[in-house]
């Protein structure tokens, strides 16, 4: 059957991902031709002596392979106003900032039209896929989506966060009318000056849209996480506003309270059903369908450093389906979730070939790169471990993302890709190497003694301590009420027996390396740290707490030091 939807067929989405991925190799080798041929002219490609070639020999053997660092004097050329074609063919107008966790800064990334044009298809892609599995009516969506600060770089380009680019770009409406995903809050209150009153309006919106909601989303799942914690603490204030039908004094910006004025009015019916509903909740286990009947999923990355969040949100979400996101960054996308059935740890995003050139290089097992030169996208092998390289018509070419993924087996002739880590979160001493995940896995298994206590981890991220001789572990936790000390202890053990990399073990049994030490820190911590990044430009939208704090941020470590309350030290070993 064609489902004909407003201008989109959902059908011909699937044909065309089945047709393009049929022959991933032929795709990828057109794009990098096209990408090469639209930027032929740009500095950086004939500085290299590519002179105009555009075949995949002649590309790998001029073009290095490079980071973000490699690149970043060109990007800010662009973004001090040098227009001449510097990276692209055709002059970058727009810079992102990327959400910059791993550096403690945001950094310059280019943006462009055909960035908006991945992304449209991206955002199709998926929808065509889930709408097949978990169909949703017309109706509106409740997002947590929020602008970052936009302004103006040395050389007037606007700048702002990849997402908020993609949300103030034309096609962004139309395509969200088409996938049925309009956001039930009034653009003033996506691109309102203070997160702290667009997420309380945004609750309030989904309170008034309650019955129209289809779907609760944001771009990463601790958005969700994080407006639903705020609603547990704010609700029976918006059941007031909406008794009364008058905003509350909290929000003062005066685009929020005129949009929202339009949409407020005395409902004391329904604040009563509201307040009678959050009343009847034990431990707000399904507050989600509770407050949205008619809501069909969740969705949102749910992946890589979202993990951490899927406990609450499955708590919040009860019985609704979780559907984790797509997979992308700043500078480009990568793949789709088109298997929406898999629960979130298990999702894999095939990647679109036609977005842009991909290749991958081989890690051995534990991150380290056993051959330097990467395979192209279709010479990945099932169950191996790759750090991607980018090259798309953002004038990247080669770069490296930072991010490592597994192939759990292929869509057609195109990977499907499971994302892993980032690569240069390694939580590391000496010979002992420790990635976000077994960071998180080792959280997970600890976090299970405060679980037993009706306790839980609200966020947590780490650092490495070499102040000390021998230098040691210290993991931050945020829980949400006061744990017994035995627990607290205990856990500490726990976390430092986790990490069962065998050079921790080795170093840690022969005290090359110290005690590991669990320091928790006040109720309200990990809101300083986001509020930090706000400051800094970023956007909630794409925030991820930074898993392991570096030297070089400074400024978050301080946040944390000067919260810390308690802290504990490992007599595990
Ligand atoms: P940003 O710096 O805000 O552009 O974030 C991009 C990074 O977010 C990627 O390089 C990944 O590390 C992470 N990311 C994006 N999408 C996903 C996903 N679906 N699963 C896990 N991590 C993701």
Known sequence: MLEKM????????????????????????????RILEESGNAE?????????????????????????????????????????????????TIISLS?????????????????????????????????REYPIGCGKALQ???????????????????????????????????????????????????????????????????????????TFAHSIVHAFRTFESVWEELCGDIRTGVLSGRITAPSIRAAMSKLLKPDPLLADLIHEKCSGLTNWYGLIPTLFPNAKYVYGIMTGSMEPYLGKLRLYAGGLPLLSADYGSSEGWIGANVNPNLPPEQVTFAVLPNIGYFEFIPLSERGGAVEPSPVGLTEVK????????????????????????KVAGFHNSTPELRFICRRNLLLTINIDKNTEKDLQLSVESAAKLLAEEKLEVVDFTSHVDLSTDPGHYVVFWEINGEAREEVLNECC?????????????????????????????????????????????????????????????????????RNVVKSYFSSAF
């Open 99 to 131: 959400s910059g966790t791993t550096q403690g800064k945001p950094k310059y990334v280019p943006f462009n039209d055909e960035l908006v044009d991945s992304t449209m298809q991206i955002y199709r892609t998926s929808f065509a896929f889930r709408n």
């Open 382 to 405: 099932v169950g191996e471990e790759y750090e991607i390289l980018v090259t798309n018509f953002a004038g990247l070419y080669r770069y490296r993302l930072g991010d490592v993924v």
């Open 144 to 218: 947590f989506v929020y602008s970052s600060k936009q302004f103006k770089t040395k050389g007037g380009l606007n700048a702002g966060t990849a997402t908020t680019n993609v949300f103030r770009s034309s096609q962004y409406k139309s395509t969200m009318t088409a996938i049925q995903s309009q956001c039930c809050s009034p653009d003033e209150v996506i691109f309102g000056p203070d997160f702290h009153q667009s997420l309380y309006c945004h609750l309030l919106c989904g309170l008034l849209f309650r019955d129209e909601v289809q779907f609760v989303s944001s």
């Open 493 to 561: 053990n726990v976390l430092d027996r986790s990490f069962v990399d065998a050079g921790y073990l080795s170093s840690r049994k022969v005290n090359a390396i110290g005690a590991l030490e669990l320091r928790v820190v006040r109720r309200g911590t990990f809101q300083q740290i986001l509020d930090h990044y706000l400051g800094l430009g970023a956007a909630v939208s794409q925030f991820k707490t930074p898993r392991c704090v570096g030297p070089a941020n400074d400024a978050v470590l301080r946040i944390l030091c």
């Open 44 to 92: 950086y490609l004939l500085s290299l002596g590519l002179d105009g070639r555009t075949d995949l020999e002649s590309f790998k053997a001029h073009v290095p392979i490079v980071t973000h660092g490699d690149i970043e004097h060109y990007v800010q050329r662009i973004a001090d106003g040098d227009s001449s074609p510097i990276l692209t063919g055709k002059p970058i």
């Open 6 to 33: 407003f201008d989109i067929n959902l059908d011909r989405v699937i044909e065309e991902f089945e047709e393009m991925t049929r022959d991933a190799e032929a795709v990828q080798k057109e794009t990098l031709r």
